[in-house]
C-alpha cells in the first residue's frame, strides 16, 4: 500500500540525499557500493611474475563477487582471500597465464539488495613486435621520391618512432628528409649519398620499457647523366586533396604535409576564414603544425601549401573536435527515500557524438515498463511509487566511438526510525571563546526533526550563539564559560524518535604572558628568549611548550653537546652562530588550543672578508688604486676597512697595515715605496670586531726611486760640556726605495754668518767635538740613496753640551707671612751663567733652635724645588717661634749652582695646642675639683688657661648658663670650682694661652651628686675610709707623675694660624677645632712643586701615656655621642683607650705620622 506523504518532506528527503550523497551505516541492510578496482588499461609487462586485478565493493550482507571476459563469464584462476574479511573480488594472473588472459574484464559484486559493477578492465599482455622479414631493397633513380614504411606494432601507451642505422646512427633528417608522424621516412628526392643499405625503423614504448625495431632496408639510387629535371611538389603524406581529421578535445591536434619535388618543397600553413590560433607550433622544418589541448574553437578548415621553383601544390585539412563521454557535473548519486515517493534518476552527460545511455538494474538491462511506473526517458529513469522492491543499484552506462563511462546508483527505498549514529556520553572540550561542533549524526527515512536541549533548560538551544546544523551537530559560537553542563540531543521522525546526551567543558584559554622580545646577539655568546604562558590548569598533561625557527621546528636535545636547551619557559642558545639568525616562533599549547608568539633573533659577527681584489694605477706604479668587492656585514655596519701589505724582499710573510678607510668605501688609493714587491689584502672592522681578511692580491713591484722623505725626531744633545750629540730616527728598510741608503747631516753655529759643515754616515748618530759649551746650532739631514736624494730637509736647532751654573741668585729676601709660612724673592742669576737650559731655584732652609730653648741646636734641614725662571716662592710647613737660615741656588740638567748668602729669621711666636689631659674629682653637691695636664705643643711663651664652666639641661641637653674664668700662671694644673647645682651636668672647655692667644680647648662632662648620693658617698666613706683614701693617693700619685713627664717631654705639634689674644670681654670667643684645621691646611702658592716630610699633624713620641678618661671635642654643639667624656678620672682607671700626644683621639682630624721629637 502506498504511504501518502507531505511533499514538502518528500522534497526535503530529495534534496538532502542529492546535495550531499547516500551515506547509510553499516548497521542498515543496503546494496553493494563499488570502493576500488584496477583502473583500465593493466599493462603486463616481462618483468612482472603476475598482475592483480582489484575489485572491492561494501554492502550489508557483505558482496559476493563474479567477472566477465570480453561479455562472457569468467571464473579467475586464483581469487585472494583474507581471514578477517569476506571473499573479495580481487584476482591474480601469474606470468604463465597472462597472453591468453588478455581482454577486457568487468567486476560485479552482489547481495541479496542488488548489484553494483565496474567499468571494463583492459589487460594488455602482448609484447610489441615487428613481423620476421626481409623487406626487399629500394630502387630509385636519383631525383625521384623514396618512401620507406615503418608499420610499427601496436603496444600499451605512447611511443615514439626514429629512424637509425644497423649501428644505432641516427638518419640525417632535414627538409628534404623527415619521418612522419606515422613512422615512415619520407625524402623529396633521392640522392646519391641516400644509398644504403641499412635503414632501420625504431619503436620506443616509454610506459613498458621496450624498443623493437623492423630489419634493415637497402635503398639504392641509380646515378642520371645529369641533374634530375625540377619536378613541381606533390603530397606524399597525405594523399588526395582533403583530409578529414578528428581530434579529441584536450588533446593535441596535429596536422602534417609532407611533399616531394625538386628542389625541396617549403610548407606554409594557415585556417580557412580565421587567423591561426597564437598557439600554434611548426615542427619537422615547417611539415607539422601542433595545436596543444584542442578546444572547440580549433575545428574548420586548414590548408597546407608546398612550393618550390616549379610551382605548389595544396592539401585540404578539415578538423572536427570531438569528445568522449563525460559527466556535465558529477555522476548520478545514490538516493534514500521513503516507501511511496517518485524516484527519479538523473545521468546528465556530454560528449561528441552525443553518448548513448544504456540503464541496467542490478546489471541487468533495465527497460521502460510504462504500466508498472517504472519509466526509461533516455538520461532518466522515473520510479512512481516506489516501493521497497525498487531499491537495487542502477547502473547509468554513456557511450560513444570515443568510449563510455558507468555510474552505479544506489537506490534505497525504506522507512526507518531515527538511528543515531554518534556515540552516547561524548565527551567534548572547548576553549573560551572558540567554537565547538558537537555531533550528532542520525539516519532515518523519512528525515528527522533534531533539537538540541541544554540540562536543566525545558527549552531547546537554538538560538544566538547556538545553531544546530543540517547534519544534527550543533554548533557552539565564542564559547562561554557558562556553556559548561550535558546536552541532550533528540531525532524524531513518523518511524519513532531517538536521542543521546553530550558533555560540554569550557576551559580557559593558553595565552602567553610573556612573550620573547626581539634580539641582537654577538655570534659566539649565549642567546636567550623568554616565553611564559598561562593554560587551564586541568590541561596540564599536554600542555607544552614547543619552538620553531623559520616555521621549522628545533630539536630540543639533553645531550650535553646539544647547543638548544629549553626550561621554565627560557629557550638557550649556545654559542650562537650566524645560522641561528630567523625568526623565532614560541608555541604554547595544550590538547584544545595554542597561543604563538614570535621574536627576531639577529645575529651580529664580524663581516665577511672582502673578494674580488684588483689593483689599477692611476699615474704610475707607485701610485695605485686597489678595488675590491665587501663581503656580507654581518647586521652590524662596517665602520672601515683596513688594508695591509707583505713585500717579499725585507720581511716576507708579515702583513703589516698600510692604509684605514671609511666602511662605505671600497677602494683605496695607495702611495707605495719603491723596489719592493707588494702582495695586498684587505679586512672588515664592525661594531663586533675585525673580520677574516680577504685572499691576497697578485704581486705588484715598484721600480727603485730616491727616497721619499727624510729622517724624523731629530735628537740634539750635548752629554759632555764640549760636544754635541746628534741622533735621528733613520728610514725603515721599505722606505729606502733602492740600494745604498745614506745621510747627509750638515750643521752651522746659529746666528753668525757661517758655511755648513756636511758629513755623510750610514748609521743614524753624529758627534761634533771642541764645541763652546751650550752654543746654538742649526742642523739639516738628508737622506739618499743610489736612485738620488730625498727632499730638501727642514732645519732644526740645538745646543752643544752644557755645564754646571757658575753664579748664585742675590738680594735674597724673606717676608715671613704667619707663624708657619713665609716668601723668598731674589734677584736671578744671569743667564750666561746657568750654562744650559734652566731647570729652575732650589730654596733650602735650616731650623737651627726653637727660641723656648735657645741654647738646643736643631739643625733640622729641609728644601723645595721651583721649577722655570723666577723671582720668588712661597714656603710652608715653618715651626712658629723658632730661627731659621735659608740659601737659594740655581740649576740646570747638569747640576746645582752656588748657593746665595744665607738670611737668617725668626718665625712669631704661636698658639698652644690642648691641653694633654683633663679630668674632674672631688665631687660635691656644689663643687668640683678640675685637673689636667698642660699642653704638649707650646709654640710661646705659656701664660695661663682660660676655663668655660657649661651648665647643661640634663634630659635636653640645652646649654642653661656659661661662666668663664681666666687661670693665670703657666704652673698651674688644677682649679676648684664652687657655687655649683646638685645633681647636675656641667660641660668643661679648656683652652691653653701664650702672648698669641688662645689655643683650642680641651672638653669634658661631669655631674655633682645629689643630697642622697653625697650621703651615701659619705657613709661609705666614714665605713670604708681606708680604702678610698689609698685609692685617692694612687691617683694623686698617678697624676704627678704623668705631669712631670709631660713637662720633660713636651711634644711640639705645629698649628697655623695666629689668633690675637682675647680680650677680657671676649674670653669666650675660642677657636674652634674646624677653624683651628683649615689654618693648619694651608699650602704652598701655586708655583710651589713639592713639599718635604715637615707637614702638618705631627705628634711626639707615641711611647708617652695621656691620661685615660679624657677626650676631645668642640666648643660648640658637643653633646651624647660626640667623644665628650662626661666621667671622672676614677671610672677610666681600667679602660683600654689612648689619647694622642695633644689629647685627641689619634686619627680623628688628621692622618697618622711616625713619632717626632718635642720641641722644646
Known amino acids: 500500500m502506498r504511504l501518502a506523504e507531505p511533499p514538502q518532506l518528500a522534497l526535503l528527503l530529495a534534496l538532502i540525499s542529492r546535495a550531499a550523497g547516500l551515506y547509510i551505516p553499516m548497521q542498515v541492510e543496503q546494496p553493494p557500493t563499488i570502493v576500488s578496482h584496477t583502473p583500465s588499461p593493466v599493462i603486463a609487462l616481462p618483468i612482472h611474475e603476475s598482475v592483480t586485478i582489484e575489485c572491492k565493493a561494501k554492502g550489508n550482507p557483505p558482496p559476493e563477487y563474479r567477472w566477465t571476459k570480453d561479455g562472457e563469464e569468467f571464473q579467475p584462476p586464483y581469487v585472494t582471500t583474507k581471514s578477517s574479511e569476506h571473499k573479495n573480488g580481487t584476482f591474480v594472473l601469474l606470468k604463465k597465464h597472462l597472453v591468453p588472459f588478455q581482454g577486457k574484464y568487468r567486476c560485479y559484486a552482489s547481495n541479496k539488495l542488488g548489484t553494483a559493477m565496474t567499468e571494463e578492465i583492459e589487460l594488455m599482455a602482448r609484447l610489441p613486435k615487428f613481423p620476421k622479414e626481409t623487406p626487399p631493397p629500394v630502387v630509385v633513380k636519383e631525383g625521384d621520391p623514396v618512401v620507406l614504411y615503418c608499420n610499427p606494432p601496436l603496444g600499451a601507451g605512447p611511443r615514439s618512432l626514429y629512424w637509425m642505422s644497423i649501428t644505432l646512427q641516427p638518419i640525417q633528417q632535414d627538409e628534404r628528409v623527415s619521418t612522419g608522424i606515422d613512422g615512415n621516412l619520407y625524402i623529396s628526392h633521392a640522392l646519391q649519398n641516400d644509398s644504403r643499405p641499412d635503414y632501420c625503423c625504431f619503436a620506443s614504448f616509454t610506459i613498458i620499457r621496450i624498443i623493437v625495431h623492423k630489419p634493415a632496408t637497402a635503398v639504392l639510387v641509380e646515378a642520371l647523366p645529369e641533374a634530375p629535371p625540377v619536378r613541381i611538389p606533390s603530397m606524399l603524406l597525405p594523399s588526395g586533396v582533403q583530409t578529414k581529421k578528428v581530434v579529441l578535445k584536450g588533446e593535441d591536434l596535429q596536422l602534417e604535409c609532407i611533399p616531394e619535388g625538386y628542389p625541396t618543397p617549403k610548407v606554409k600553413w594557415m585556417k580557412m576564414g580565421e587567423k591561426m590560433p597564437p598557439r600554434a607550433k611548426y615542427l619537422n622544418y615547417g611539415k607539422l603544425l601542433t595545436l596543444s589541448a584542442a578546444q572547440e574553437g580549433d575545428g574548420g578548415k586548414y590548408m597546407c601549401t608546398a612550393t618550390n621553383s616549379a610551382g605548389e601544390d595544396v592539401h585540404y585539412f578539415d578538423v572536427i573536435v570531438e569528445e568522449p563521454p563525460g559527466w556535465v557535473k558529477e555522476p548520478p548519486q545514490g538516493q534514500l527515500t521513503m516507501i511511496g515517493s517518485d524516484v527519479h534518476i538523473k545521468c546528465a552527460v556530454r560528449g561528441k557524438p552525443l553518448p548513448d545511455i544504456t540503464w541496467r538494474r542490478n546489471g541487468e538491462l533495465f527497460r521502460d515498463d510504462p504500466e508498472n511506473y517504472r519509466r526509461v526517458l533516455d538520461d532518466t529513469v522515473v520510479l512512481h511509487g516506489a516501493t521497497q522492491q525498487d531499491s537495487a543499484v542502477y547502473q547509468c552506462e554513456a557511450s560513444n566511438s570515443h568510449g563510455s563511462i558507468?555510474?552505479?546508483?544506489?537506490?534505497?527505498?525504506?522507512?526507518?526510525?531515527?538511528?543515531?549514529?554518534?556515540?552516547?556520553?561524548?565527551?567534548?572540550?572547548?576553549?573560551?571563546?572558540?567554537?565547538?561542533?558537537?555531533?550528532?549524526?542520525?539516519?532515518?527515512?523519512?528525515?528527522?526533526?533534531?533539537?538540541?536541549?541544554?540540562?536543566?533548560?525545558?527549552?531547546?538551544?537554538?538560538?544566538?550563539?547556538?545553531?544546530?546544523?543540517?547534519?544534527?551537530?550543533?554548533?557552539?559560537?565564542?564559547?562561554?564559560?557558562?556553556?559548561?553542563?550535558?546536552?541532550?540531543?533528540?531525532?524524531?521522525?513518523?518511524?519513532?524518535?531517538?536521542?543521546?546526551?553530550?558533555?560540554?567543558?569550557?576551559?580557559?584559554?593558553?595565552?602567553?604572558?610573556?612573550?620573547?622580545?626581539?634580539?641582537?646577539?654577538?655570534?659566539?655568546?649565549?642567546?636567550?628568549?623568554?616565553?611564559?604562558?598561562?593554560?587551564?590548569?586541568?590541561?596540564?598533561?599536554?600542555?607544552?611548550?614547543?619552538?620553531?625557527?623559520?616555521?621549522?621546528?628545533?630539536?630540543?636535545?639533553?645531550?650535553?653537546?646539544?647547543?638548544?636547551?629549553?626550561?621554565?619557559?627560557?629557550?638557550?642558545?649556545?654559542?650562537?652562530?650566524?645560522?641561528?639568525?630567523?625568526?623565532?616562533?614560541?608555541?604554547?599549547?595544550?590538547?584544545?588550543?595554542?597561543?604563538?608568539?614570535?621574536?627576531?633573533?639577529?645575529?651580529?659577527?664580524?663581516?665577511?672578508?672582502?673578494?674580488?681584489?684588483?689593483?689599477?694605477?692611476?699615474?704610475?706604479?707607485?701610485?695605485?688604486?686597489?678595488?675590491?668587492?665587501?663581503?656580507?656585514?654581518?647586521?652590524?655596519?662596517?665602520?672601515?676597512?683596513?688594508?695591509?701589505?707583505?713585500?717579499?724582499?725585507?720581511?716576507?710573510?708579515?702583513?703589516?697595515?698600510?692604509?684605514?678607510?671609511?666602511?662605505?668605501?671600497?677602494?683605496?688609493?695607495?702611495?707605495?715605496?719603491?723596489?719592493?714587491?707588494?702582495?695586498?689584502?684587505?679586512?672588515?672592522?664592525?661594531?663586533?670586531?675585525?673580520?677574516?681578511?680577504?685572499?691576497?692580491?697578485?704581486?705588484?713591484?715598484?721600480?727603485?726611486?730616491?727616497?721619499?722623505?727624510?729622517?724624523?725626531?731629530?735628537?740634539?744633545?750635548?752629554?759632555?760640556?764640549?760636544?754635541?750629540?746628534?741622533?735621528?730616527?733613520?728610514?725603515?728598510?721599505?722606505?729606502?726605495?733602492?740600494?745604498?741608503?745614506?745621510?747627509?747631516?750638515?750643521?752651522?753655529?746659529?746666528?753668525?754668518?757661517?758655511?755648513?759643515?756636511?758629513?755623510?754616515?750610514?748609521?743614524?748618530?753624529?758627534?761634533?767635538?771642541?764645541?763652546?759649551?751650550?752654543?746654538?746650532?742649526?742642523?739639516?739631514?738628508?737622506?739618499?740613496?743610489?736612485?738620488?736624494?730625498?727632499?730638501?730637509?727642514?732645519?732644526?736647532?740645538?745646543?752643544?753640551?752644557?755645564?754646571?751654573?757658575?753664579?748664585?741668585?742675590?738680594?735674597?729676601?724673606?717676608?715671613?707671612?704667619?707663624?708657619?709660612?713665609?716668601?723668598?724673592?731674589?734677584?736671578?742669576?744671569?743667564?750666561?751663567?746657568?750654562?744650559?737650559?734652566?731647570?729652575?731655584?732650589?730654596?733650602?732652609?735650616?731650623?737651627?733652635?726653637?727660641?723656648?730653648?735657645?741654647?738646643?741646636?736643631?739643625?733640622?734641614?729641609?728644601?723645595?724645588?721651583?721649577?722655570?725662571?723666577?723671582?720668588?716662592?712661597?714656603?710652608?710647613?715653618?715651626?712658629?717661634?723658632?730661627?731659621?737660615?735659608?740659601?737659594?741656588?740655581?740649576?740646570?740638567?747638569?747640576?746645582?749652582?752656588?748657593?746665595?748668602?744665607?738670611?737668617?729669621?725668626?718665625?712669631?711666636?704661636?698658639?698652644?695646642?690642648?691641653?694633654?689631659?683633663?679630668?674632674?674629682?672631688?665631687?660635691?653637691?656644689?663643687?668640683?675639683?678640675?685637673?689636667?695636664?698642660?699642653?704638649?705643643?707650646?709654640?710661646?711663651?705659656?701664660?695661663?688657661?682660660?676655663?668655660?664652666?657649661?651648665?647643661?639641661?640634663?634630659?635636653?641637653?640645652?646649654?642653661?648658663?656659661?661662666?668663664?674664668?681666666?687661670?693665670?700662671?703657666?704652673?698651674?694644673?688644677?682649679?676648684?670650682?664652687?657655687?655649683?647645682?646638685?645633681?647636675?651636668?656641667?660641660?668643661?672647655?679648656?683652652?691653653?694661652?701664650?702672648?698669641?692667644?688662645?689655643?683650642?680647648?680641651?672638653?669634658?662632662?661631669?655631674?655633682?651628686?645629689?643630697?642622697?648620693?653625697?650621703?651615701?658617698?659619705?657613709?661609705?666613706?666614714?665605713?670604708?675610709?681606708?680604702?678610698?683614701?689609698?685609692?685617692?693617693?694612687?691617683a694623686l700619685l698617678t697624676l704627678v707623675a704623668l705631669m712631670v713627664c709631660f713637662v720633660r717631654r713636651n711634644a711640639g705639634g705645629k698649628y697655623a694660624g695666629t689668633p690675637p689674644p682675647p680680650a677680657p670681654s671676649q674670653q669666650q670667643e675660642m677657636f674652634p677645632l674646624e677653624e683651628v684645621k683649615e689654618k693648619e691646611d694651608l699650602h704652598p702658592d701655586v708655583e710651589s712643586q713639592e713639599m718635604n716630610d715637615d707637614t702638618f699633624c705631627e705628634y711626639s713620641d707615641s711611647e708617652e701615656k695621656p691620661l685615660k678618661g679624657s677626650s676631645s671635642a668642640c666648643l660648640d654643639g658637643c653633646g651624647p655621642g660626640d667623644g665628650v667624656s662626661r666621667d671622672s678620672l676614677v671610672d677610666y682607671a681600667d679602660g683600654d683607650g689612648e689619647f694622642s700626644e695633644d689629647g685627641s683621639f689619634i686619627g680623628e682630624y688628621c692622618e697618622t705620622r711616625p713619632p717626632a721629637a718635642a720641641t722644646a
Open 406 to 1034: 558507468l555510474a552505479n546508483v544506489n537506490i534505497m527505498v525504506m522507512n526507518v526510525a531515527p538511528l543515531i549514529l554518534t556515540r552516547n556520553r561524548q565527551q567534548y572540550a572547548v576553549v573560551q571563546g572558540d567554537d565547538i561542533l558537537m555531533d550528532c549524526s542520525v539516519f532515518s527515512s523519512p528525515p528527522s526533526v533534531l533539537s538540541w536541549v541544554k540540562s536543566g533548560d525545558s527549552e531547546a538551544v537554538h538560538a544566538g550563539r547556538f545553531l544546530t546544523l543540517g547534519d544534527g551537530s550543533l554548533r557552539v559560537a565564542g564559547a562561554e564559560k557558562n556553556d559548561s553542563g550535558t546536552y541532550q540531543c533528540v531525532a524524531n521522525n513518523t518511524e519513532g524518535g531517538a536521542s543521546i546526551t553530550a558533555a560540554l567543558d569550557v576551559k580557559d584559554p593558553t595565552r602567553i604572558v610573556r612573550r620573547p622580545q626581539d634580539a641582537q646577539i654577538m655570534s659566539g655568546t649565549t642567546a636567550q628568549l623568554m616565553c611564559q604562558a598561562e593554560y587551564d590548569k586541568s590541561l596540564q598533561a599536554s600542555f607544552e611548550v614547543l619552538w620553531r625557527r623559520d616555521g621549522e621546528d628545533i630539536q630540543l636535545s639533553a645531550e650535553e653537546n646539544s647547543r638548544y636547551m629549553a626550561a621554565d619557559g627560557m629557550l638557550q642558545i649556545m654559542n650562537v652562530n650566524l645560522r641561528d639568525e630567523g625568526v623565532y616562533t614560541c608555541v604554547a599549547q595544550t590538547s584544545l588550543d595554542k597561543d604563538n608568539a614570535t621574536a627576531l633573533l639577529t645575529v651580529l659577527d664580524v663581516p665577511d672578508a672582502p673578494t674580488n681584489l684588483a689593483i689599477v694605477e692611476v699615474s704610475g706604479p707607485r701610485n695605485v688604486v686597489l678595488v675590491w668587492v665587501p663581503g656580507s656585514d654581518h647586521n652590524s655596519s662596517v665602520t672601515e676597512f683596513i688594508v695591509e701589505f707583505e713585500e717579499s724582499q725585507w720581511e716576507p710573510g708579515r702583513w703589516r697595515e698600510l692604509k684605514k678607510v671609511p666602511g662605505n668605501q671600497a677602494t683605496a688609493e695607495l702611495l707605495l715605496h719603491g723596489h719592493l714587491n707588494y702582495k695586498f689584502r684587505v679586512y672588515g672592522v664592525n661594531a663586533v670586531g675585525p673580520g677574516p681578511p680577504s685572499e691576497p692580491s697578485e704581486r705588484h713591484k715598484t721600480p727603485p726611486a730616491a727616497p721619499d722623505r727624510n729622517p724624523a725626531n731629530i735628537k740634539i744633545q750635548g752629554h759632555l760640556p764640549h760636544q754635541m750629540d746628534i741622533s735621528w730616527e733613520p728610514l725603515s728598510p721599505i722606505e729606502h726605495n733602492g740600494p745604498g741608503l745614506e745621510y747627509r747631516v750638515s750643521y752651522r753655529k746659529a746666528g753668525v754668518d757661517d758655511d755648513w759643515r756636511e758629513h755623510l754616515v750610514k748609521r743614524h748618530s753624529f758627534v761634533v767635538r771642541n764645541t763652546s759649551t751650550f752654543t746654538p746650532y742649526e742642523i739639516k739631514i738628508q737622506s739618499r740613496n743610489s736612485h738620488g736624494w730625498g727632499p730638501e730637509p727642514k732645519t732644526v736647532s740645538g745646543y752643544s753640551g752644557e755645564d754646571v751654573p757658575t753664579a748664585a741668585p742675590r738680594d735674597i729676601a724673606v717676608e715671613v707671612f704667619n707663624t708657619t709660612v713665609l716668601r723668598v724673592s731674589w734677584t736671578p742669576a744671569p743667564s750666561a751663567t746657568v750654562r744650559g737650559h734652566l731647570g729652575g731655584y732650589h730654596v733650602r732652609w735650616m731650623r737651627k733652635r726653637s727660641l723656648l730653648n735657645p741654647n738646643k741646636t736643631l739643625d733640622e734641614r729641609h728644601s723645595m724645588s721651583f721649577p722655570g725662571n723666577r723671582s720668588h716662592a712661597v714656603v710652608p710647613g715653618l715651626h712658629p717661634f723658632s730661627e731659621y737660615r735659608l740659601t737659594v741656588n740655581v740649576f740646570n740638567k747638569k747640576g746645582n749652582g752656588p748657593n746665595s748668602d744665607p738670611v737668617t729669621f725668626d718665625t712669631p711666636e704661636g698658639v698652644p695646642g690642648q691641653p694633654s689631659a683633663l679630668a674632674a674629682s672631688n665631687g660635691q653637691e656644689d663643687s668640683l675639683r678640675l685637673v689636667w695636664g698642660p699642653p704638649r705643643t707650646l709654640n710661646g711663651v705659656l701664660t695661663g688657661y682660660f676655663l668655660q664652666c657649661q651648665h647643661m639641661n640634663m634630659s635636653t641637653l640645652e646649654l642653661v648658663g656659661t661662666q668663664e674664668i681666666n687661670i693665670t700662671g703657666p704652673d698651674r694644673t688644677e682649679w676648684e670650682l664652687h657655687g655649683l647645682t646638685e645633681g647636675s651636668l656641667y660641660r668643661f672647655l679648656l683652652s691653653a694661652c701664650t702672648r698669641a692667644g688662645c689655643g683650642p680647648a680641651l672638653a669634658m662632662e661631669s655631674n655633682t651628686p645629689s643630697n642622697a648620693r653625697a650621703a651615701n658617698q659619705q657613709s661609705d666613706f666614714s665605713t670604708k675610709g681606708w680604702v678610698i683614701g689609698t685609692m685617692c693617693a694612687a
